[in-house]
């Protein structure tokens, strides 16, 4: 499942945080890796950079090199490629221009090669095979960047990003390979755990069997959190108990279960589709509630948990920040209110913003991606404004329900954003885009500081292709977390 962050994200697709790179159970498992000469449908991976005194560049590698093989094998994507150059000594060939080098990195086992590679996966990217009427991607304006319309449902995304799959494509190769490098933790979309409503969700009839790979991975000692998208006189009610009575029942292992709410675009075409309304929130947060109790009385963790959405939609309080157990879906929408408020209010500890997941930490990994690093640039275009000018912080309308009773103290003002370009019940400030802004800033008075969350830019730009320095004002983009807003207002950034 394909795009940027989740608690962001409209639900189908969703990303999360993991620190596995230094996992000592990640080794290379068993399973053979292909020969060069035995993929047609590999495409090499390019350096993109090489960092200063590193084995790679004592070896003389440079930036626009395609690596073939390491070692004689094609590894198939990043995952593989690190288990590669993890070795002693690896042998690499490499294609520049027209020439094919033999390179050898003289490095000790399982030092840093300093490579930087331009793709995660080198072979096809595992795409979707379902057709949920939830689905965001196909709600999606016509027009945008070709990557946000693709519907990739890949364990390694998973296991890289943090993107939720379905498990309707895995296969017991994945599950060999799963097991053997422990790419553990994952992300499963479970939906439901009747097999004829989950069939019947996903429009798929592979819906109603892929949770046995859930249980194998499960079986294998692999973490899983699942997500629950909630659909309205779908899969919520009954359903939606039947499913958390299911998980008890038959994956008490898993580490977590994220109940969220559809996200319903004005371009949907799914007439049965739409969000909820007020009461059936409260439902969902009831439902959920009554099995927190349920399971930390059964398994002595509460194990399922509701999006923040549901009670700003229910306009109840948040649940304590302890009732989220150290925030392990705070991507997927979970407790990130209440994260913010206690990093705002200086633990530290809880500014987790919008986390790079681990691709922050393998060396060979991309700088771009699902998950590219955001911009700390301000826009051009007018004299930045004096460090005590009035400050104003830009945020979706979910955004200025949380943020409001934190500024009581400041004189910060909430400049809230309506989300015209998807409409609907879109209201997260990860999905603004770049117009929405544009349009909200061009009524507003020159000479006053614009903060803008890092969680709206990919790699500088808006979900639009817009850029900062397209905006009519000057904004200063700082990271999407309590500490670094409230260092801003005091007029710090460290
Ligand atoms: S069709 Fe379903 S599984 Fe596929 S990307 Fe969309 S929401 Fe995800």
């Known amino acids: 499942m394909a795009f940027s962050t989740p608690a962001q994200n409209p639900r189908g697709e969703a990303s999360s945080t993991r620190s596995t ?43 626009g090199d395609e690596l073939l093989s390491v070692d004689g094998r094609v ?21 520049r221009g027209h020439e094919d080098l033999t390179v050898l990195l003289a490095k000790e086992a399982g030092e840093l090669a300093g490579i930087e590679v331009s793709s995660a996966l080198f072979d096809r990217v595992r795409t979707c095979d379902n057709h949920c009427e939830f689905c965001f991607i196909y709600q999606l304006p016509k027009g945008m960047r070709r990557s946000l319309y693709v519907k990739d449902d890949d364990y390694r995304l998973s296991f890289l990003y943090g993107n939720f799959t379905t498990l309707t494509r895995f296969t017991e190769l994945d599950l060999e390979r799963v097991l053997a490098e422990r790419l553990s933790p994952l992300f499963v979309s479970i939906h439901s755990t009747d097999p004829v409503l989950r069939a019947r969700m996903l429009r798929n009839p592979r819906g109603a069997t892929s949770l046995r790979w859930l249980r194998a991975l499960l079986d294998g000692g692999i973490e899983v959190h699942g997500q629950i998208v909630v659909c309205p006189q779908v899969n919520d009610g009954p359903a939606l108990e039947t499913t958390l009575a299911g998980i008890v029942d038959e994956y008490p292992e898993l580490a977590t279960a994220a ?69 392990p879906q705070h991507e997927n929408g979970i407790g990130m209110a209440r994260a913010f408020e206690a990093a705002f209010g200086g633990d530290r500890s809880s500014a987790y913003g919008v986390r790079p997941g681990f691709f922050a930490a393998v060396d060979g990994a991309p700088a771009g991606g699902y ?38 103290w400041s004189d910060a003002r909430l400049l809230p954003v309506r989300n015209d370009f998807f409409g609907g019940n879109i209201a997260v400030t990860g999905l603004l885009t770049g117009t929405d802004v544009a349009r909200a800033l061009a009524t507003e008075p020159p000479g006053a500081r614009y903060l803008l969350p890092d969680v709206c830019l990919s790699e500088g730009r808006f979900l639009d292709g817009v850029v900062v320095d397209d905006l009519p004002r000057p904004v200063e983009v700082i990271p999407t977390d309590g500490h670094s807003l409230r260092l801003a207002l005091r007029g710090s950034c460290r």
Do not use: K, N
């Not at 930045?384 to 009581?408: F, H, N, S």
């Open 21 to 63: 790179a230094t996992d000592p159970g990640y080794r290379p498992g068993p399973e053979p890796i292909p020969t060069a000469t035995s993929l047609s449908c590999m495409s090499a991976p390019r350096v993109v950079s090489v960092a200063p005194a590193s084995p790679a560049q004592r070896a003389g590698l440079q930036v």
């Open 75 to 95: 590894p198939r994507d990043v995952i593989e490629y690190r288990l590669l150059v993890d070795d002693a000594d690896p042998e690499l060939e490499v294609r």
């Open 259 to 327: 109940c969220v709410p559809l996200g319903v675009s004005a371009h949907t075409t799914e007439p049965a589709m739409r969000p909820h309304t007020a009461a059936e929130a409260a439902a969902v947060i009831d439902t959920v509630e009554e099995w927190q109790s349920i399971c930390l009385e059964a398994l002595g963790r509460r194990l399922v948990y509701a999006a923040d959405e549901y009670y700003l939609l229910a306009e109840r309080p948040f649940p304590a920040a302890e009732a989220y157990d150290g925030f």
């Open 371 to 408: 998950r590219a690093p955001r911009t700390t640039a301000s826009s051009a275009g007018e004299a930045a404004p004096a460090p005590r000018a009035p400050v104003v912080v830009i945020t979706g309308e979910y955004g200025a329900a949380v943020l409001g009773p934190l500024l009581g």
